[in-house]
């Protein structure tokens, strides 16, 4: 993890550390268990140790980060039965989400979707056959595609509760991806995602979304849980 340029902007440094820590921890340039000493990260951001303390609180309080009894903190480990109470969480949370968008989606809201699925298939496009999920580009497109279709959701708790199970969830994808044997092409669905979104047909929208969150369950608890390792993008 290279220690990231503080923030020129009037973000507060707190807020700056918490993402850039969020963001290296999904990535995985921390493996899962591995533990984060306060002192070893300071020097590393180039900051004082209250807004690393303050942002591994926030991120134990979200589940990628966990705490040791007096003890610190480690980056949470992955487990066959986390990936399934993820998904079980995720269903409930994004379906109503999405709905609730539907609902709700403007004009500006489908504009929205279309550019991010467009985005999308251009870094796929790029990339061709090659690996997906351990590309930053891919991944930072792909997220902002889920993202789009619940950016009308009128929740706010709802889209928060969204964006951080859609990172755990990330921090899975992208640390079984290293296990991979074939690809999974994932722009059909998103396409037909995107489709039935648009049209608002909210209970095939729903459905898909449901297989999509449901088929990447499956594919990494079954690396977790040590049988073939057919995880794929």
């Known amino acids: 993890m290279k220690a990231p340029a ?14 850039e820590l969020r963001k ?16 070893e990260l300071t020097r590393r951001l180039g900051v004082s140790s209250s807004p690393v303390r303050e942002a591994l609180n926030r991120l134990a309080e979200q589940g990628i980060v966990s705490t040791l009894e007096n003890r610190g903190f480690r980056v949470a480990r992955l487990t066959s039965d986390g990936v399934a109470d993820l998904v079980r969480v995720r269903l409930l949370v994004e379906c109503e989400a999405l709905s609730d968008s539907i609902a709700h989606g403007d004009d500006s809201w489908e504009a929205g979707v279309v550019a991010a699925a467009h ?8 990339l061709g056959d090659g690996p997906r999920a351990l590309d930053d580009d891919w991944s930072a497109r792909h997220r902002a595609f889920h993202l789009s279709l619940y950016a009308a959701c009128t929740s706010e708790i709802l889209r928060d509760l969204v964006d951080v199970l859609f990172d755990r969830a990330e921090h899975y994808r992208r640390w079984t991806a290293k296990y991979r044997q074939a690809p999974r092409r994932k722009h059909d669905e998103h396409q037909k995602l995107m489709a039935a979104a648009l049209a608002r047909d909210t209970e095939k929208a729903v459905e898909l979304l449901r297989r999509h969150i449901a088929r990447t369950g499956d594919l990494v608890g079954a690396v977790l849980d040590g049988g073939p390792p057919e995880w794929i993008q």
Do not use: N, Q
Not at 6 to 18: N, R, T
Not at 24 to 39: K, N, Q, S
């Open 6 to 19: 503080l923030p020129a902007s009037p973000e507060p440094v707190s807020e700056h550390v918490y993402r």
């Open 24 to 39: 290296a921890i999904v990535r995985c340039d921390f493996e899962p268990g591995t533990r984060l000493r306060v002192e």
């Open 119 to 126: 985005s999308l298939a251009l870094v796929e496009r790029r």
